[in-house]
């Protein structure tokens, strides 16, 4: 129901920015957040940020202070501002979206994932 496209990685040397984004498309009615996780090579997939329709935002303990999510609920658009950006943060990023039914059930979508590279 529910379709996400991610943009804005690549390559970025060691305190640099990137700024990606997440749009999304099909029926949102049931959509509660949207969040942004990431992947790093032989790593499980964690949450990096994520954020509520009604403005609340959670953030990785290790990006809190660098990283910035951000969503323009007229287009559907997510954003993650990352700012002073370290080698550790190496990974592909991927778009989530979180639906939750009225009986509790949860759904998620994921966008497709971007790379993005930190070098030292």
């Known amino acids: 129901q529910v379709q996400l496209q991610e943009s804005g990685g690549g390559l970025v040397q060691s305190g640099g920015s990137l700024r990606l984004s997440c749009a999304a498309s099909?029926?949102?009615?049931?959509?509660?957040?949207m969040g942004w996780f990431r992947q790093a090579p032989g790593k499980e997939r964690e949450t990096v940020a994520e954020?509520?329709?009604?403005?609340?935002?959670n953030y990785l303990d290790s990006v809190k202070g660098r990283f910035t999510i951000s969503r323009d609920n007229v287009n559907n658009t997510v954003y993650l501002q990352m700012n002073s950006l370290k080698p550790e943060d190496t990974a592909v990023y991927y778009c989530?979206?979180?639906?939750?039914?009225?009986?509790?059930?949860?759904?998620?979508?994921w966008g497709k994932g971007i790379l993005v590279t930190v070098s030292s």
């Open positions: 989530n979206a979180d639906a939750r039914l009225s009986s509790g059930y949860g759904l998620n979508y």
């Open positions: 099909g029926n949102m009615f049931s959509v509660k957040s």
């Open positions: 954020i509520t329709t009604g403005g609340e935002t």
